[in-house]
């Protein structure tokens, strides 16, 4: 009998195992449910009884009913009605030839979902994340369905008093910003609440101050409800932030921004361009500053609104194609190819960070940086979505990390080692 059978039987003997005043794990129905339902070609699978663990760590943050952080309620909020209410979650792990897989499930219902959270799923769980822009060397992307103008609004049930106080600070200013709009119902709330976060490496070109440290661009794109009365808002809203940025980098000693504006017949750029260095009569010039990065933009195309860190990026959402949009809550991915593209850019520059940084020779902080580059040059890309569904009253989590020919061949072989050494 090999070991992997002997493990097995052991396993099912334990699961047999009963107690006199105790009942089998077998004998749970939804152990009986979750096994049932587990794929036969899982490698490896883990069940969790959610009820023992929630009377273990009742009082712990993620079974409470505040965030502390806004970012990690954004993303994750919904999940915490979830695991108050499921009876189970259960692990599952493939490993396949060039690719690794961990999905996570639940029973799911949405009545778990409470009024105060309907904005993380959307009505009946229906809510979709909206397609991707498929722009060149596209590093990263976070699609959601998220209707942050309910989340501003529930922020009193959803966050402590600090976090309120900080939120209401900022509604404040940024009311001001919009000509005492509501932030919170007018301006957050004239966006649908499907949203795309994007990064991608940037392209610069001769004529350009190339910084010392480049930086991705990175943009957000929703969908205007209102195109017609929120343009001309929007537009006004971001001169009057390039404005007051100007006047306090006057004070602070930074470069100027220069508003430039571009028309054609469907779309529009506000563009905002950093006045080139000035160059020394004499002696080498300084180093590019890290603000040359940004060019800030908003750019208008129908009902589609682009907030970003760069013209060239904005323009290349607006012309590029979309990818069919996901049937998930939240969609993640990255790009191992363009992440070691970025850290060869910035080579240098980040082995003088470690010489000043860290007291390294160079010889050391050229080999840490190498070896950075080799583990990120093991995978190809990463993705991880969340899927609700309400017919099979199941929610998933489902990670795919996928692994470069090389890295699955080494790991074949190290499979076929041990597998001759048993």
Do not use: C, H
């Not at 493990?7 to 049932?36: C, F, M, N, T």
């Not at 860190?309 to 979309?322: G, H, K, W």
């Amino acid at each position: 009998m090999n070991k992997a059978e002997a493990g097995k039987r052991l396993l099912d003997r334990l699961l047999d195992l009963k107690a006199a005043d105790e009942q089998s794990l077998s004998a749970v129905p939804a152990w009986q449910q979750a096994r049932a339902a587990r794929p036969p070609q899982a490698s490896a699978s883990f069940w969790i009884g959610m009820q023992a663990v929630r009377s273990a760590v009742k009082n712990q943050k993620v079974f409470t009913g505040q965030a502390d952080n806004p970012a990690v309620e954004l993303l994750f909020g919904g999940l915490q009605n979830v695991l108050n209410s499921t009876d189970w979650l259960q692990a599952q792990l493939q490993i396949a030839e060039t690719s690794l897989q961990l999905s996570v499930a639940a029973p799911f219902q949405t009545d778990w979902i409470p009024e105060n959270r309907q904005w993380f799923f959307g009505p009946a769980a229906s809510g979709t994340v909206p397609a991707v822009p498929q722009v060149t060397e596209l590093l990263g992307s976070v699609g959601m369905y998220r209707n942050v103008s309910e989340m501003w609004q529930r922020a009193g049930d959803l966050f402590n008093a600090d976090i309120n106080d900080r939120m209401a600070e900022a509604e404040s200013n940024l009311g001001t910003v919009f000509g005492g709009r509501d932030f919170g119902d007018e301006v957050l709330g004239a966006f649908g609440p499907e949203m795309q976060l994007l990064a991608s490496r940037q392209r610069f070109s001769a004529e350009q101050p190339i910084p010392a440290i480049q930086l991705p661009a990175f943009a957000l794109v929703l969908t205007m409800k209102d195109a017609a009365t929120m343009r001309p808002e929007l537009r006004r809203a971001f001169q009057s932030a390039i404005g007051f940025f100007n006047i306090t980098g006057i004070q602070e000693g930074r470069s100027q921004l220069e508003m430039d504006m571009q028309k054609t017949a469907d779309q529009e750029l506000v563009i905002a361009r950093y006045l080139p260095p000035r160059r020394p009569t004499t002696g080498e010039a300084p180093p590019v500053p890290l603000i040359y990065n940004f060019s800030p933009t908003v750019a208008f195309q129908g009902d589609v609104f682009v907030l970003s860190s760069t013209e060239q990026l904005a323009t290349e959402i607006l012309q590029v194609p979309r990818q069919p949009a996901a049937s998930a809550n939240m969609r993640m991915e990255l790009q191992a190819a363009v992440a070691s593209q970025l850290i060869a850019d910035n080579q240098q520059a980040m082995i003088t960070q470690n010489m000043l940084t860290k007291g390294q020779t160079r010889e050391e902080a050229e080999t840490e940086v190498g070896v950075l580059q080799q583990l990120i040059s093991l995978v190809q890309g990463l993705t991880l979505q969340l899927r609700p569904d309400t017919a099979a009253n199941r929610l998933q989590l489902e990670l795919d990390l996928q692994l470069t020919p090389a890295t699955a061949e080494a790991g074949q072989s190290v499979r076929e080692e041990s597998d001759r050494g048993n």
